[in-house]
Structures are given as C-alpha cells and as structure tokens.
C-alpha cells in the first residue's frame, strides 16, 4: 500500500493555481492516486463567459483526466470550485467559503502566479508576493493545518551559478516593497523597478525570490516545504507521455522551429537545459505534501526539483533530436521547413534575424497583400523575436543547484511509492521524452491529427522546391545584374560558356 497515497485519502486539499499547467496535473494525480480524499478546494478567479463549474468542467473533460474519470467517477463532486481573485483582499472570497476553508483545510498546495517575464512589477509584487503573504495569513488560522507546499522556481535565484536549497536575501525586504507599492505610482515603479530588481533578468524570477522571503518570514509556526521547478517540460509518464497544454517555455518555441518561423536562436549549444517533466514535479510535490505533514521537519526545508545535476543534457542535443522528430512527425501548415542554427555571436544573430526571419516574413506580407489578404507575418515575427530575447538569458547560461533534500526525501520513500510517486530523473531517457514531447505538442497543443502526416510531409517537399526555384531565380537575376556591370564576370561567363 502506497503511504503517500494513503495519507492524502480523506484530506481536505486547497490548490491555488488549479487552473494552471501544473495545477491541473496536480489534481489529475491526486484524484488518481487518492480517490478516497474528502474534497479539493479550488480556488478559481471568475473569467468572463464562464462560471466556475464550467471552468471546472472545461479541465476535467479533457484527455488528461481520461483515466482519472474511470478511478474516480465522482470526480465533479470532490473538486469545489471557490470563487476567488487573488488580486484582491482577503480574495474576495464570500464569508461562507471562507469560513469552510478555515476550519477545513488539511493542506495547501499554493501554485498560483504570474509567470510572465515581462509583467508589469506591481502586478507580480501581488499575486507572486502579496498573495503568498495573504495566503500565510489564511494558512495561520486553519486549526487543521498539516502542511503548506509553495510552488517557487529554481530560477529564482538566477542570479547566482549555484544554488543551495536555501532562502538567499534580497537586498530590500518584501515587506517594505509589498507597502511602497501602495503610494507609489505606475511612473515610480517604473523607474525603481531596474534599481530594485538588480541582476535578476525578470519581474517574473525577481519576485519569485521575493515570494520565497515571505514564506520565510511568515512561517510562524506553520509546517512549510518549498519546492523549486525549473523549466517545467510535457509529461514524462503519466497519465500519458507529451502532454502539455501552453506555449510557455519550450512549448512555444517546438511550435516555432516546427512550422519554419524560427530557425536560428541565439544559444549555447553546451549549456545544461534543465528541463523537468511536469509529471516528475507533482510526483515530488506530492510526496513532500506528506513528508512535511507527517514528519514535520524542524526548518521549512526546499526542494529542487531539477534534473542538470542528476541527468544533464544540453541545449544542442535537445534541437537536434527536436528536429530530427520533426522529420518523422512533420507540423501541418508549416511556414518554411524545420531547420535550426545556433548561435553566439551578435552580428551573427543579427544577420540571421534579417535573412532567416525578418526577410522571409515580409516576401510573405508582400505576396498576402498582392493577393488582397491581410499582412500578418511581419507582425508574428516581431512577437516572437521579443520572446526569444526573453528566453535568451536562459539558454546561454548554466546553473547548479544541488538536491541533498530531493535525494533525501527519494531514500525515505518506501519502494512502492518511489514507483507511484517517482521523481528520479536519472531514470529519463531524454531522447524519448523529447520525441514524445514533439508528438505531445502536435497532438495536445496544436491539436493536429496524426493522420494529416502524408500531407504535412507533402507540404514540407512543395516548400523544399519552392526554396530551390527561388534560390535559382535569385542566383540567376544576381548573375545577371553582375554580367552587366562588370568585366570579370563578363570573363568568367564566357569562359565558362566556351
Ligand atoms: C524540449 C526542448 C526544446 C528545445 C528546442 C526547441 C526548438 C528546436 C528547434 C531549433 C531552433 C534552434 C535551436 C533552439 C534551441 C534552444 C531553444 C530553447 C527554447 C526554450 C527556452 C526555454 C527557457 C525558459 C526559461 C524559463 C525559466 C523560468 C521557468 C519558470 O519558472 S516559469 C515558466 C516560464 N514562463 C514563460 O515561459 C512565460 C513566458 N511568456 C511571457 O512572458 C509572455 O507570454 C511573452 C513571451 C512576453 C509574450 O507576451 P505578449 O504580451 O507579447 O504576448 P501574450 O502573452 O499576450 O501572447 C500573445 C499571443 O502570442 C502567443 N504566445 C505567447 N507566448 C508564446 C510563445 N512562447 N511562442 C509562441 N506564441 C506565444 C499567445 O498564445 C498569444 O496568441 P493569441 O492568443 O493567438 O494572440
Ligand atoms: N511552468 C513552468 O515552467 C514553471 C512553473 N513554476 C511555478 O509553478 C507554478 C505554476 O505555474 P504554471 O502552472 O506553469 O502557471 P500557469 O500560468 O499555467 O498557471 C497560473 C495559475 O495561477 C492562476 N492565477 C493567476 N492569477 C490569479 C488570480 N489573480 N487569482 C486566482 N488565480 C490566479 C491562474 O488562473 P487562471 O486560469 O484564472 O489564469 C492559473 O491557474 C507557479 O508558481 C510557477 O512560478 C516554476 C518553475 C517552472
């Protein structure tokens, strides 16, 4: 009998977040694993057009919660929705909800963020740092409390090279940002935020580190577990291998390569790509949801949940087997056909920016307006530039964190539940997850049916040739153009002629 599984049965779970990548694997699991728990509180902003039962309903009809739905056919009656806006004071959450979650609640999985590089700071001050203050306080009078699990990243600390499963310090307290916030205005956060944010790349990782402090500081006598993901991938194993569900991270950018739009970036080939399976990530949250409960360590203990220290593989390995699936699962309506170059050099990067993706983008403006549509390339390609100038700071660096407390927590895992609950990332083969990934991202992502293949593949071939025509017909005018300018090449031409 699993011990974890068996812990969670008859608890009463909060998940903030639930909404999110991880969240809904997170539920997919637990409801799997545990189909005996009492109930999950969901806590779920109102979006327009859809009331919360609906947005509930929109996650579990999915193919993700397939086999949940078997083990657990009351599954619509053990996920209560609560309407909640962590934006807001006290949530905005009505008396009587939160009166139920105060005295009911066994434990928290706290998920919800902005995970934004670029939001604005006041935005990610509230929900990454406010929230996470408002929800200690929440936590702190719940008689029943067992455990709160917060969701950092291990790139909350980018600023450093290696990084120890510890809480390092920001030079302003989040208390005092969390209460300048109030009186200043847009113009003043804008101007302070590069001074407080230092050499933190992002408002995203700034305040994740603010985040961190705050669950430090508020701890009381709460039983805390910190978990840090860094770049949180498809599923590995469960409930099926590739599924992922947004263009975060390297999602967007296996969508980019696979229909032609990128195909240069600038990266260290040997950098480590610390990529985590999203499925590994709840199997650890979970097991330190019960570890934390029932053995309640003296100190909040963190937990990097990361993958370059145990099974490294780099950035070059991974493009190249990302473009060798494509040939075997081409993306349907392709721009231009998958190719990749990697690059360090500035200039370098510039000219592939003008030739590779600003050039094609703006024939292809100028053959939409010349058949009366509506140009709309120019403008995708700038949006993508912007986002890889964001992922850069990523892909050209390495880091160290190192996993006393994950290889811990791994050897106080009865065997059965290394099995359910496994975390081992030395047991990953990269080359299949990648490859399965590629086909997740096509079948979950992008929605294409496997059997639009033979045309995808035929369409990739009507590119090759269109390719090798406009190489020729460029060649040729060139050529000519030079012919009748210049004696050399007049020479040349007839020489070869002769
Ligand atoms: C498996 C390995 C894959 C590697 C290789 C893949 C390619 C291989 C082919 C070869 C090419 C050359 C080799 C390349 C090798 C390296 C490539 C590596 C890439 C991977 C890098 C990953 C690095 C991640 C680092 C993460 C560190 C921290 C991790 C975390 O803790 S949190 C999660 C990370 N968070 C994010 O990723 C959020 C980032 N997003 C944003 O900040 C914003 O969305 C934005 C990028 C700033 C864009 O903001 P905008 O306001 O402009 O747009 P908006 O968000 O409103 O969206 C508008 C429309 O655009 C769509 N869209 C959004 N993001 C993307 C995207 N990434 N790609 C494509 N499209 C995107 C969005 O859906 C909207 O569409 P619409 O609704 O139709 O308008
Ligand atoms: N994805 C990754 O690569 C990594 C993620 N992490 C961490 O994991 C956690 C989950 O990330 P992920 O699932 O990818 O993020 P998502 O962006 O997929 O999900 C964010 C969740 O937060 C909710 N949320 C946002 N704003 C509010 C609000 N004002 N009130 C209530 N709920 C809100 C969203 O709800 P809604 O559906 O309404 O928008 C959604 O459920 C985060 O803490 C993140 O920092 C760490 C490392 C890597």
Redesign the pocket.
């Known amino acids: 009998m699993s011990m974890i599984a068996a812990f969670y049965g008859g608890k009463s779970i909060l998940i903030?977040?639930?909404?999110?990548?991880?969240?809904k694997v997170l539920i997919e699991k637990l409801c799997r694993t545990s189909p005996d728990l009492k109930v999950i509180y969901i806590?779920?902003?109102p979006?327009a057009g859809h009331t919360l039962q609906q947005r509930v309903s929109q996650i579990i009809n999915t193919k993700l919660f397939e086999k949940v739905r078997e083990v657990c056919p009351n599954l619509h009656e053990k996920i209560r929705a609560i309407s909640?806006?962590?934006?807001q004071n006290d949530f905005a959450i009505s008396k009587e909800d939160m009166q139920e979650l105060l005295s009911c609640t066994n434990i928290i999985f706290h998920?919800?963020?902005?995970?934004r590089f670029d939001d604005h700071l006041r935005h990610a001050v509230q929900?990454n740092v406010t929230a996470t203050q408002q929800l200690l306080f929440m936590a702190s009078q719940m008689p029943k409390l067992e455990a709160f699990i917060h969701?950092s990243?291990a790139f909350s600390n980018c600023n450093l090279k290696h990084i120890d499963e510890v809480i390092y310090p920001c030079s302003v307290e989040p208390k005092k940002i969390i209460d300048s916030m109030e009186w200043w205005d847009d113009a003043i956060v804008d101007e302070i935020a590069p001074k407080l944010m230092g050499d933190w790349p992002n408002t995203y990782t700034y305040t994740?580190a603010l985040g961190e402090m705050v669950v430090q500081q508020e701890s009381g006598n709460l039983n805390i577990a910190i978990i840090r993901?860094s770049?949180?991938g498809a599923t590995w194993q469960e409930p099926f291998p590739g599924w992922v569900d947004?263009l975060?991270?390297p999602n967007g950018m296996i969508v980019a390569a696979g229909r032609g739009f990128l195909r240069a970036i600038r990266a260290s080939p040997l950098a480590v790509a610390d990529l985590i399976p999203v499925d590994t990530v709840i199997n650890l949250t979970l097991a330190v949801g019960w570890y934390t409960a029932v053995h309640r360590p003296k100190s909040t203990l963190i937990y990097h949940c990361t993958s370059g220290n145990l099974n490294p593989c780099n950035w070059g390995k991974m493009g190249c087997q990302v473009l060798s699936t494509f040939e075997k699962i081409p993306f349907e309506k392709a721009f231009r056909r998958p190719h990749a170059d990697f690059t360090a050099n500035t200039i370098t990067v510039h000219y592939w920016n003008a030739v590779s993706h600003r050039a094609p983008a703006m024939i292809y403006d100028i053959y939409l307006w010349l058949t009366g549509r509506k140009p709309r390339m120019t403008k995708l390609m700038n949006r993508l530039l912007r986002t890889i100038s964001m992922l850069e700071y990523f892909i050209n660096r390495s880091w160290e964190w190192s996993t006393y407390n994950t290889e811990m927590l791994m050897s106080e895992l009865s065997p059965e539940d290394q099995r359910i609950f496994n975390f081992d990332v030395r047991q990953l083969n990269w080359l299949e997850y990648i490859e399965n990934y590629v086909l997740g991202v096509k079948k979950y992502l992008l929605k294409e049916d496997m059997a639009g293949i033979p045309e995808a593949k035929q369409h990739l071939r009507r590119l090759r040739n269109i390719y090798y025509l406009f190489n020729t017909v460029f060649f040729l005018i060139a050529w000519r153009l030079l012919i009748a300018r210049s004696q050399i090449a007049r020479n040349v031409w007839f020489f070869i002629m002769w």
Request: aromatic share 4%.
């Open positions: 903030t977040g639930a909404t999110g990548f991880l969240g806590l779920v902003r979006k909640a806006d962590l934006n998920c919800a963020a902005t995970v929900l969701i990243t994740k993901p770049i949180v947004n975060n991270g």
